[in-house]
């Protein structure tokens, strides 16, 4: 008899469910072995670059299989939509570190203290004063990245390359804040590495250890550049829906 005696299509549905299960767990074992082979290929140190599992528009199912292969850092967009899914996850998972990905607006500075470890998209002054207003409320300080808009696209948010020093010096010294160091999303028509290189030399000026650079078509190159922190999201979890604009 087919199956054991099971419904035949009942069978099939768990079938295609494992495999995709399957899938994150293996994806990530792939992409966890290619950033060793980078670290390796340009005398890194291993362990030196950290993955971020890119798990915005993905469900808590979907995610599960990461964190249930053990991943622990994770990459959202929005801070709606990830405090709909990730404070149920963080009881069933110890350990989760998340990070702010996509643009933090002033009224929701608050909520995202509560959420996320980090946020990489420091971008405007407003914003800086916004932080450190709530952390000297009591809020917890997240790790800060500032992101740099380093194509000077003027869709994209960041601030410009020749401002970042001075942006940097106002954030440390105005606003008292620490600087962890930079993040960048070069335009998706021009080869990345130029603007990896100009992000890694803005952060040794200003004397800034982290640098978030590196997605899944070209995470391999921002190792190359310096990276301590690649982005990865389709590769890991497959393909989103269309792209949603956003600032
Ligand atoms: C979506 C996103 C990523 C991940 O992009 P993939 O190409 O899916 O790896 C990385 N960084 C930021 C800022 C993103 O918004």
Redesign the pocket.
């Known amino acids: 008899m087919p199956f054991g005696g099971m419904d035949p299509e009942r069978h099939v549905g768990m079938e295609s469910k494992m495999t995709e299960l399957m899938d994150v767990a293996a994806n990530l074992a792939d992409i966890r072995a290619a950033i060793a082979r980078s670290e390796a290929d340009y005398a890194r140190p291993a362990g030196s670059v950290m993955l971020v599992a ?1 798990s ?1 528009t993905k469900s808590a199912e979907e995610i599960a299989p990461a964190l249930e292969a053990g991943q622990r850092v994770f ?1 959202e ?1 929005r801070v709606q939509e990830a405090q709909g899914k990730w404070p149920a996850l963080r009881e069933r998972f110890d350990g989760v570190e998340l990070h702010l ?2 643009p933090l607006q002033t009224n929701k500075v608050r909520d995202a203290l509560k959420l996320f470890d980090v946020i990489e998209t420091l971008d405007r002054e407003s914003l800086a004063a916004a932080l450190s207003s709530e952390i000297s409320k009591g809020a917890r300080a997240p790790r800060l990245l500032v992101q740099v808009n380093t194509g000077a696209e003027p869709q994209k948010a960041g601030i410009l390359p020749e401002e970042a020093d001075a942006f940097i010096a106002r954030c440390r010294e105005v606003h008292g804040l620490t600087i962890d160091g930079l993040m960048c ?1 070069p335009p998706v028509e021009e080869p990345p590495s130029a603007h990896f290189a100009l992000l890694g030399v803005i952060a040794r000026r200003n004397g800034l250890a982290t640098l978030s650079m590196g ?3 070209d995470y391999d190159a921002a190792i190359q550049l310096g990276a301590t922190h690649v ?5 890991i979890f497959g393909a989103r829906p269309p792209h949603r604009a956003h600032g």
């Open positions: 890119v915005k990459g967009n990905i996509g999303i997605m899944s078509a982005r990865v999201g389709s590769a």
